[in-house]
């Protein structure tokens, strides 16, 4: 076990309470999870995964601002269902960087897992971009994703990080009930109250909230 490997796993489960919470704060310690996973990642050959974590750099600041400034009147961005056209658009685009990135991987690098470390890449990216807009269905596209990427890391001996990502599944799913009821009541979801970094004092939380991710 490594020391990449333990940054990884308290800064990942820190960057996904946040996001369950709808709490900003999640992006800049997503930022910080992904410097450590790309050395992690690279370590362990897997090369799709590592790579992801740059893109995942430049979807974290997008995000970052989307929360932010993203909503009506460059406002704060709220819950929304995901539209049926960014469905379709997604599922298509992640079938073809998978494709893409398996011909790739196969070609280029000695991935020992060249499908499934493309497969959970694409996903992401879906998810992550998804996450950024804050769309419900981010949720289920995290569960399958993780699910995968569980068996994924502990094939390559990653077992805290695959320790990891089965939390990962239960606050995805913890994620996906707050988020649905903040759509269903707006009240909550402002009472959840998202908070700036660098703002003064916690984000004002209501008397019965439940933990999250």
């Not at 020391?3 to 309470?17: D, H, K, M, P």
């Not at 992006?27 to 450590?36: E, K, S, Y």
């Not at 390559?156 to 939390?167: D, E, F, H, K, S």
Request: proline share 4%.
């Amino acid at each position: 076990m490594s020391v990449e490997e333990i940054l990884g796993f308290v800064t990942g489960a820190a960057c996904v309470w946040l996001a369950v919470r709808q709490n900003v704060w999640t992006f800049p310690v997503g930022l910080a999870n992904n410097v450590v996973f790309l050395v992690l990642f690279t370590g362990a050959g897997l090369y799709a995964n590592a790579g992801l974590q740059v893109v995942y750099l430049v979807l974290g600041a997008l995000g970052w601002y989307w929360w932010l400034r993203g909503g009506t009147d460059r406002g704060r961005l709220v819950v929304h269902r995901t539209p049926r056209a960014a469905w379709v658009v997604g599922l298509v685009a992640a079938a073809a960087t998978t494709a893409a990135l398996v011909a790739v991987l196969t070609t280029w690098t000695d991935s020992a897992v060249p499908f499934w470390d493309a497969l959970t890449t694409s996903s992401s990216l879906l998810a992550q971009t998804m996450l950024g807009r804050k769309w419900i269905g981010n949720w289920w596209v995290w569960i399958a994703t993780d699910v995968v990427l569980v068996g994924l890391y502990a094939s390559q001996g990653l077992w805290l990080t695959a320790a990891l990502y089965v939390g990962f599944v239960a606050l995805c799913v913890q994620g996906l009930r707050e988020w649905s009821a903040a759509r269903r009541d707006p009240g909550a979801e402002a009472a959840a109250g998202v908070v700036e970094p660098g703002a003064v004092g916690p984000a004002p939380v209501p008397d019965d909230a439940e933990p999250a991710r």
